[in-house]
């Protein structure tokens, strides 16, 4: 079956990182999403890696590793805004969405 | 502005009655998407359709059916509400079938059938 395995809960400090795993077993790989969602709100696109390396984009980075089926989220000077569940999605071989239960990060001053 | 609407936001239906959740994209998408978010897991998706005319079923179709009578709009039915419906139902859209684009979701519908 396929499988998306991410933390159910982090807790972090405000201003400082935090790095959220996803790891996945699914049939086929075109490409890893990360979403974030905060409370009662719809998902919001973050990031998009179809290849092995590190993505930035300003206090977000994504990094992705295709050999070990493994994908982590990187957030750094973080902010209270930044509390929000996070999905993790793969693109499996049918070109569809597979997505994991997602991970509630909870930031504290 | 653009996006997706979604209506209703919520709703209280009784068991056995039937309901449309509405979802409308003014982006000219062509593939759009009907997904339910239950807590704990993750979202899963009822039905697609890569572009006007066409739809398919996805991972829990049971209990659902879908039109897409045109490139806007892509109307969610319950034929028939069971408790085990009760959800959060999110539409999404991405200009192509190929999700490489990413997706759009509407703001949700918060559905409770007692």
């Known amino acids: 079956g396929q499988n998306i395995d991410q933390p159910t809960e982090m807790t972090a400090t405000e201003g400082a990182i935090v790095q959220i795993n996803c790891t996945y077993q699914?049939?086929?790989?075109?490409?890893l999403f990360w979403y974030q969602q905060h409370a009662g709100e719809a998902p919001t696109f973050l990031s998009y890696?179809?290849l092995d390396g590190l993505e930035e984009k300003g206090r977000f980075s994504s990094f992705l590793s295709r050999s070990k089926g493994y994908s982590y989220l990187l957030l750094k000077e973080l902010q209270m805004k930044d509390s929000a569940s996070y999905l993790c999605?793969?693109?499996?071989?049918?070109?569809?969405?597979?997505w994991g239960a997602g991970t509630k990060l909870i930031i504290k001053p | 502005t653009a996006g997706i609407t979604q209506a209703p936001t919520s709703q209280i239906l009784a068991a056995g009655r039937s309901m449309t959740l509405r979802c409308t994209q003014d982006m000219r998408h062509n593939a759009m998407y009907w997904y339910r978010q239950d807590l704990g897991l993750g979202l899963r998706l009822i039905h697609y359709s890569n572009t006007a005319g066409t739809t398919g079923k996805g991972e829990v179709p049971d209990g659902y059916s879908v039109s897409r009578a045109n490139t806007d709009d892509f109307p969610l039915t319950l034929a028939s509400a069971v408790p085990s419906q009760t959800s959060v139902y999110f539409c999404a859209s991405s200009p192509q079938s190929v999700p490489a684009y990413g997706y759009t979701f509407g703001s949700g519908t918060r559905l409770t059938v007692v």
């Open positions: 699914t049939s086929g790989f075109n490409g």
């Open positions: 890696n179809v």
């Open positions: 999605a793969v693109v499996d071989s049918n070109y569809q969405l597979i």
